[in-house]
């Protein structure tokens, strides 16, 4: 408790950074064969056993899982203790975070929690740990399963490829086990397990699921003790897991209660509940899901380990989760949805092609299309090592706006306006939306406002965008210019197009408001304080006492930087 008083000695450690945690542990730096004591209590330097999982073992699931048989016992974990729960001055600094410039993050994660929280603590009860684990995941990945990050883990619990197969996940072309929530549960589960009987402390294991075992364990040697505030204390780990532990205690006593903190008007998903069918041969998802009578959107994310539309065998099988009573209705469309040739189908609107060029790499390709290496080396299961072949075709994610017309008269005969909608003469404009979508970013793509769209879609806060959901433009956008040059567009430099949005928004606003918006630019890779001053035309001087940093201040990719307002 004595190193706990003197945390505030620490300071403000990046709060203003990237909301989810990007583990050290799934980077090249990890130990890939760390050891744990026999005795937990005799200090982690004797060596045993590997920490290592399952290898290719199949991970265990889940037959059914419904809502009223989920009946948590009110027992101890018997075999671990339980999480400690305290507030220091680290904790209270990201809880002040979160209710102020993270506040969007939370809620959005908020409401996410609500559909996995049942199933992911049942895995966690299963295996006997404590359920509270289940708030790594929020920050982890904000319960997503696309969460990438740029040491390219992935899903909910962001695992790296050889970490999820050490641990029995099913990582392909096809299928990444990563993305589901229950079999990644129960590889986070393993791990965790793994930890604590390693270190004897929650609080050391959480740091070494976020830096690395290794180096947790060598400074447990160092320093000789197992109090993570003392090792804190001396700033022996890296900034990111000092504040690890602290998020985590505040994103749990926000989760817990979030009334409390000023999250009362959350608008939580409902939970997930499913049955599986067990199948033998390969299948389409979108023709299954059509013959079911089924949203495709809301079929996949019961099944989100698949990648594309082809559900592909596992050890001569195919389990697929559907919808609570429906076991009758799958085995009839599985029949009707089996396909012939294997072969990966993104889904519709999700990615387009690409040809390799001559001077062409993961990276530049990234930029060109704004995504990331680590989320295009998943997508096209490229290995670090392996080189791009001139001719070759990649999938990238595909950012040919689409924006329909549909007339007024279409609207009053179909089902198609699923968002709300005025009544409106002529034609009214819609966005589809597309995978990595917010509405900051079709905002700002169309010279609007966030508060606009909400207002014409009725969407409420903390509300999650569908990928191929129709979102109302307002009537001011004209025609053409949403499809103007778009292959243009994906090769301009994001720098260039950054500060036309950047311009064209706060032009906007000024004209609607006599205060001028604060704008943020956020940092991408290869950028410096030089080159984003002058991208937006400020004094450099002035861009550095806006967000108080000195001439020795390194800033970070993700950061978010305010950009001084013109006189």
């Known amino acids: 408790m004595q190193g706990r008083t003197i945390l505030s000695a ?18 090249a730096g990890s130990l890939d064969k760390p050891v744990i004591p026999t005795d937990p ?7 045993t056993t590997n920490i290592a999982g399952g290898g290719d073992a199949p991970a265990p ?6 809502l009223q048989d989920d009946k948590p016992t009110k027992d101890t974990v018997a075999e671990f203790d339980e999480i400690p729960s305290e507030v220091n001055p680290l904790v209270e600094k990201w809880i002040n975070y979160f209710q102020g410039k993270g506040r969007g993050h939370m809620e959005r994660y908020l409401a996410r929690s609500a559909r996995y929280e049942k199933l992911m ?4 009860r299963d295996n006997k740990l404590p359920e509270d684990l289940f708030y790594i995941a929020l920050i982890e990945s904000g319960f997503s399963a696309r969460a990438t990050s740029h040491a390219s883990a992935v899903g909910y619990w962001q695992f790296i490829r050889g970490t999820g197969k050490r641990y029995g996940m099913e990582i392909n072309k096809f299928v990444d086990e990563r993305r589901d929530p229950e079999i990644a549960t129960q590889a986070a589960a393993d791990y965790f397990r793994a930890l604590y009987q390693m270190f004897g402390s929650w609080y050391l294991s959480m740091a070494s699921y976020n830096v690395g075992e290794g180096k947790v364990k060598r400074e447990v040697n160092r320093l000789d003790t197992r109090d993570f505030w003392e090792i804190a204390k001396k700033k022996r780990l890296p900034r990111e897991t000092i504040n690890y532990i602290p998020k985590y205690l505040a994103a749990r006593l926000i989760a817990k209660d979030p009334e409390k903190f000023g999250f009362g008007e959350i608008d939580y998903l409902p939970p997930i509940e499913f049955d599986t069918v067990k199948l033998a041969e390969p299948l389409n998802l979108r023709v299954m899901s059509e013959k079911m009578n089924l949203n495709y959107e809301d079929f996949k994310a019961l099944n989100p380990k698949f990648k594309g539309e082809i559900a592909t065998l596992s050890n001569n099988a195919l389990t697929l989760r559907i919808p609570v009573g429906t076991l009758e209705a799958a085995k009839l469309a599985a029949n009707d949805s089996k396909v012939d040739k294997v072969e990966f189908v993104a889904d519709a609107g999700d990615t387009q092609e690409y040809r390799i060029r001559r001077g062409d790499s993961l990276y530049t390709i990234a930029r060109k299309f704004r995504t990331t290496v680590a989320y295009l080396r998943d997508l096209n299961d490229i290995p670090r090592k392996k080189r791009l072949r001139v001719g070759s075709r990649i999938s990238v994610p595909d950012r040919t706006p689409r924006v329909t017309k549909v007339s007024y008269k279409e609207k009053e005969s179909t089902a198609t306006a699923n968002v709300a909608m005025a009544s409106v003469d002529g034609l009214s404009k ?7 979508d917010s509405l900051f970013s079709i905002a700002m793509k169309y010279n609007t406002t966030v508060d606009s769209l909400k207002k014409l879609n009725s969407i409420r806060r903390g509300r999650v965008l ?3 959901a129709k979102i109302r433009l307002p009537e001011s956008v004209t025609p053409g210019d949403e499809n103007k040059d778009s292959q243009s567009k994906n090769q301009n430099s994001q720098d260039s197009t950054q500060r036309k949005m950047h311009k064209n928004n706060r032009a906007v606003a000024g004209s609607k408001r006599k205060t001028v918006k604060k704008s943020y630019h956020i940092v991408r890779r290869g950028e410096n304080l030089e080159k984003i001053a002058k991208n937006y035309s400020v004094d450099l001087k002035d861009f550095k006492s806006k967000n108080k940093l000195r001439n020795s201040s390194r800033i970070l990719v993700g950061q978010r930087l305010l950009i001084p307002n013109e006189n």
Not at 121 to 124: E, G, T
Not at 430 to 436: C, E, K, L, T
């Open 10 to 27: 620490i300071g403000l450690l990046f709060l203003s950074a990237a909301f989810l945690t990007s583990c050290a542990h799934k980077t």
């Open 41 to 47: 209590t005799a200090g982690p330097t004797t060596a």
């Open 61 to 66: 699931t889940i037959d059914s899982f419904h």
């Open 121 to 124: 603590k049942k895995v966690l």
């Open 430 to 436: 819609f966005y589809i939306v597309q995978s990595g």
């Open 466 to 468: 569908k990928v191929g």
